[in-house]
């Protein structure tokens, strides 16, 4: 179907950071296949993993105990410190596994229309609840109606969300430790402990969607570790596999029991080749000791493109947290995307104005340096041909 305005370039490999042609040109990857191949292309260890798996077993479906599944929600769960995990496909669908939940932990407590408070701007994929948790009128046109039971206040507010305390209806608060599809949007230091303090004082679920944000993208294993609070609900997706596809709900304290036989479920879900992936993507996770290196290596790309366009006029602002880094500018410049590729390197553009970028980690430092000179040259570029 006509759903996607795809770049003109076909590739036909992968090795790290860079994707090949059939031809052989290569190019510069610096959006992971949008927050997903992390660990960059063909890594050995997930494609040992799935060759090895694949030779012995695909799926078996949830009707049987399943070892990879059971081993990767044990790893995930002592990372995240929660306690209950749901895998399925996708990201949209851990959102589902999410809204569920938080409306049945209302049905429990008696609340018969249960509302969930969401951000404006939010981005939580594209089926029809998480869709109606999205904060993009531009996705939901056309699409009505929206599902009930979402209650909208701006992001990065948490006294909009306070405002709601009195309303009995209310269950839980759905939010993206870091708006990504909303152009890389970072709270104001403090946000996420009050919504926890909020959540607390009113019995709701704090639910973080770490979908872009989570398995080491933002300098810690789940971006609300920065803020050293615990969610009790999370949904991963995108990255647990390096592209394989996977998504995970996972629940703790007052939401682990939530859902119980029978509630919910999948064909796919969980499978034994995806959470093979997913194992391998952990390991490597801790080998290598990942979260902590992107929040260095993150740090000082933000700070060269900080010191290289900042104080440029046009460049609204430069922000980021590990390797995820966007560059507002005052101006529309999807054109960019095109620019870039035509210098045989990957960006996004989101939001209209804000480029994004979101390098696997395995990004080497001479890697590292065209990517800032390429994309600050290409900005600088604009700029004056604009100005
Ligand atoms: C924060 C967030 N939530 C949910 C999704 C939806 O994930 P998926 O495309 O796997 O359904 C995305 C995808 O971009 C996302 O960034």
């Given at each position: 179907?006509?759903?996607?305005?795809?770049?003109?370039?076909?590739?036909?490999?992968?090795?790290?950071?860079?994707?090949?042609?059939?031809?052989?040109?290569?190019?510069?990857?610096?959006?992971?296949?949008?927050?997903?191949?992390?660990?960059?292309?063909?890594?050995?260890?997930?494609?040992?993993?799935?060759?090895?798996?694949?030779?012995?077993?695909?799926?078996?479906?949830?009707?049987?105990?399943?070892?990879?599944?059971?081993?990767?929600?044990?790893?995930?769960?002592?990372?995240?410190?929660?306690?209950?995990?749901?895998?399925?496909?996708?990201?949209?669908?851990?959102?589902?596994?999410?809204?569920?939940?938080?409306?049945?932990?209302?049905?429990?407590?008696?609340?018969?229309?249960?509302?969930?408070?969401?951000?404006?701007?939010?981005?939580?994929?594209?089926?029809?609840?998480?869709?109606?948790?999205?904060?993009?009128?531009?996705?939901?046109?056309?699409?009505?109606?929206?599902?009930?039971?979402?209650?909208?206040?701006?992001?990065?507010?948490?006294?909009?969300?306070?405002?709601?305390?009195?309303?009995?209806?209310?269950?839980?608060?759905?939010?993206?430790?870091?708006?990504?599809?909303?152009?890389?949007?970072?709270?104001?230091?403090?946000?996420?402990?009050?919504?926890?303090?909020?959540?607390?004082?009113?019995?709701?679920?704090?639910?973080?969607?770490?979908?872009?944000?989570?398995?080491?993208?933002?300098?810690?294993?789940?971006?609300?570790?920065?803020?050293?609070?615990?969610?009790?609900?999370?949904?991963?997706?995108?990255?647990?596999?390096?592209?394989?596809?996977?998504?995970?709900?996972?629940?703790?304290?007052?939401?682990?029991?939530?859902?119980?036989?029978?509630?919910?479920?999948?064909?796919?879900?969980?499978?034994?080749?995806?959470?093979?992936?997913?194992?391998?993507?952990?390991?490597?996770?801790?080998?290598?000791?990942?979260?902590?290196?992107?929040?260095?290596?993150?740090?000082?790309?933000?700070?060269?493109?900080?010191?290289?366009?900042?104080?440029?006029?046009?460049?609204?602002?430069?922000?980021?947290?590990?390797?995820?880094?966007?560059?507002?500018?005052?101006?529309?410049?999807?054109?960019?995307?095109?620019?870039?590729?035509?210098?045989?390197?990957?960006?996004?553009?989101?939001?209209?104005?804000?480029?994004?970028?979101?390098?696997?980690?395995?990004?080497?430092?001479?890697?590292?340096?065209?990517?800032?000179?390429?994309?600050?040259?290409?900005?600088?570029?604009?700029l004056s041909r604009k100005a």
């Amino acid at each position: 179907m006509n759903t996607y305005a795809r770049l003109p370039v076909h590739f036909a490999s992968g090795k790290g950071a860079t994707l090949y042609t059939a031809e052989g040109d290569a190019y510069l990857d610096a959006l992971s296949g949008i927050a997903v191949c992390n660990l960059g292309h063909a890594h050995p260890e997930v494609a040992d993993a799935l060759c090895h798996q694949s030779q012995r077993l695909i799926h078996t479906s949830n009707l049987y105990e399943i070892d990879q599944q059971t081993a990767l929600a044990e790893q995930l769960l002592e990372q995240a410190q929660m306690q209950k995990a749901f895998f399925c496909n996708s990201g949209a669908e851990a959102n589902e596994t999410a809204i569920k939940l938080a409306r049945k932990y209302g049905h429990d407590r008696n609340i018969d229309s249960p509302k969930i408070i969401v951000m404006e701007n939010a981005f939580h994929g594209r089926t029809m609840a998480a869709l109606s948790a999205t904060g993009n009128p531009k996705a939901q046109a056309g699409f009505g109606p929206m599902l009930e039971g979402f209650v909208r206040v701006p992001f990065d507010d948490a006294e909009a969300v306070a405002a709601h305390a009195q309303d009995p209806d209310v269950v839980a608060v759905l939010v993206e430790p870091i708006q990504g599809e909303g152009g890389v949007r970072l709270p104001r230091n403090g946000y996420l402990t009050q919504l926890r303090a909020l959540c607390d004082q009113n019995d709701w679920l704090l639910m973080v969607d770490e979908i872009q944000t989570g398995m080491g993208r933002t300098g810690q294993w789940f971006a609300h570790q920065h803020d050293g609070i615990r969610p009790d609900v999370m949904t991963l997706a995108k990255a647990l596999a390096n592209g394989v596809p996977i998504g995970a709900c996972l629940a703790g304290d007052k939401a682990a029991d939530v859902l119980e036989l029978g509630n919910h479920g999948t064909t796919f879900g969980g499978n034994p080749l995806a959470c093979a992936a997913g194992l391998a993507v952990v390991k490597t996770l801790r080998f290598y000791d990942y979260p902590k290196k992107i929040a260095e290596h993150g740090q000082t790309l933000l700070s060269a493109f900080q010191s290289q366009l900042a104080d440029l006029d046009g460049v609204v602002e430069v922000r980021g947290r590990g390797y995820m880094i966007g560059i507002e500018l005052d101006r529309p410049c999807g054109e960019l995307v095109q620019q870039a590729l035509e210098k045989h390197l990957l960006i996004n553009v989101t939001q209209g104005n804000t480029v994004r970028l979101l390098p696997p980690f395995v990004l080497g430092t001479e890697q590292s340096q065209t990517l800032i000179d390429t994309v600050s040259q290409l900005i600088r570029d604009f700029l004056s041909r604009k100005a």
